[in-house]
């Protein structure tokens, strides 16, 4: 063991996962020197760490000397139960509204305080969007984000609204009392919206997926949503469907 | 370094990696003594990693002690560009062809001498198939299969017509003269048909994504193929539609 001056205590196994978590969206292909800074390890340990994961087939190496994630962990990462199992269960209730409506489908989850996307359907006919399945956005500009802020924990919610919110867009709704009074609204209704609160020519209407928890109450699991251009005449019709899809998926989860 | 009784010379990183590569499709939720056994690896080497695999998050562990692949390492797998990059491309292209026809869409690659689905669309009126994403199958038993196997280098399709093929209905073509034949009609045709011969009751129709190489030519990097109950009276609008976007993807790959 040697080399990490930053952090001397860190084992291997810590090492690996901070080679493996340097990777993001805006970083699929990174070069040593830059995985080095990233994962906070000196150049010579991550040169190790490596050869090792790509003799592994972890992670592959370009003719450049970039590496990227690999095939292999493309497939652990599918095995991830709490992920994958619901965006399998959904995944032809998500279809159907999709074939239904050509619009922009999305099933998503909390993270924290972030808005998970695990799936995504989206055709070439339907409106421009910022997400996709594995990215994460505000909970509260967009319809999924503020149907799972909602029905999180009161506590989360209170320090939610307390805090500073991002504006992504000048009618993205930051006042913690009219944010609070909305959610409430949600709770009430059963349903959420956004008129260009994430991004501008963009509405969304979406919904809670629940299940039954062992003691026979509905929890709220994950929250299904719709962006079209507009929600104008279109809002019974997209939240019937977006019910009915909800009502499906809850009841199939294992 | 200690314990591992069954291979002395292997590295924490390479046991991190048995121990990922524990979990598949059938095992997603393992036990330590499973997960020791699968990794060939020592109970107290296992207890150890795993230890430290849940507090970076990257394996979880539930109330009956067996673990899974968590959220992080989910993250991690879908960075791999190979698998998603061309998944997103592809991805409001089989949108299209789904709602356009209802069937079940595959966006399919090779890996090694199996196809290996990227992504699947299906809605619930679609014919029941036994492909997911990520899951494997017989190169010759499927549309997409067959379009990969017939444009997979001459010397991987001899063996693989060499060898004894799986035969998982009664109506795969396993003889290797018959296969062969019907692999050069697939290349000189542009797409592959099968008829239960993975799934009794199940049709489908295939075609190649092609890429522009530097040298100027076109390889096939993915199938792309749809399920449906009868190709009678089908094929030729399904072919159209599997074309059509066929080329949209391949023009729209980096």
Redesign the interface.
């Known amino acids: 063991m040697s080399g990490n001056v930053s952090s001397p205590g860190a ?4 090492r ?2 901070a080679v ?2 340097a ?3 805006g970083h ?2 990174l070069g040593v020197t830059d995985l080095a800074r990233r994962a906070d390890l000196p150049v010579p340990t991550v040169h190790r ?1 490596l050869r ?2 790509v ?2 087939e ?1 992670l ?1 190496r370009d003719a450049e000397g970039r590496y ?17 199992e619901l965006q ?1 269960v959904a ?3 998500l ?2 509204i ?2 239904a409506t ?1 619009a922009t489908v999305h099933l998503a989850v909390r ?1 924290g305080t972030e808005v ?1 996307y695990l799936d ?7 409106v421009p969007v910022v997400s ?3 990215s994460r956005l505000p909970l509260h500009a967009t319809g999924v984000g503020k149907v799972l802020l909602a029905h999180a924990p009161a506590q989360l919610r209170e320090d939610y609204l307390a805090a500073v919110l991002r504006r992504p867009t000048v009618h993205t709704i930051t006042h913690p009392e009219r944010l609070g009074r909305q959610l409430a609204a949600v709770r009430r209704e059963g349903y959420a919206t956004t008129e260009d609160e994430m991004t501008l020519g963009a509405c969304s209407i979406a919904v809670p997926i629940t299940r039954a928890t062992s003691g026979g109450e509905q929890e709220v699991v994950a929250a299904l949503g719709i962006v079209v251009p507009t929600l104008k005449r279109e809002r019974t019709r997209l939240l019937a469907a977006l019910q009915v899809a909800a009502r499906g998926i809850g009841r199939s989860l294992p």
């Not at 990227?68 to 994958?84: K, N, S």
């Open positions: 084992t291997v196994v810590s690996v996962l493996l978590y990777f993001d969206n699929r292909r760490l090792e994961l003799a592994g972890a592959t990227a994630i690999g095939r292999r962990l493309w497939d652990v990462g599918m095995l991830a139960p709490e992920q994958t399998q995944s032809p209730f279809s159907d999709h074939a050509r993270d998970l995504r359907l989206s055709g070439r006919a339907s996709r399945a594995g």
